[in-house]
């Protein structure tokens, strides 16, 4: 901070800051699926208009 009070500089490529961007690149994915808006996974658009599509359902075992 004292070399660069106003964060000008982008430390986001520099090799001494992998691990931390790694790390919060993945937190920020997670919390993005965990937090995502699921309502429209299963439309999508054709030829005539909006399509409901479901995927092939799991029994589970037990």
């Known amino acids: 901070m004292?070399?660069?009070p106003g964060e000008f500089v982008n430390q986001a490529e520099s090799p001494e800051?992998?691990?931390l961007v790694l790390e919060y690149?993945?937190?920020l994915?997670?919390?993005?699926m965990n937090h995502a808006e699921r309502?429209?996974?299963?439309i999508?658009?054709?030829?005539g208009g909006a399509v409901t599509r479901?995927?092939?359902t799991r029994k589970l075992a037990g």
């Open 2 to 4: 004292r070399q660069d």
């Open 17 to 19: 800051y992998q691990g």
């Open 25 to 27: 690149a993945q937190k």
């Open 29 to 32: 994915l997670s919390l993005k």
């Open 39 to 42: 309502g429209l996974t299963e």
């Open 44 to 47: 999508m658009l054709g030829e």
């Open 54 to 56: 479901r995927g092939p």
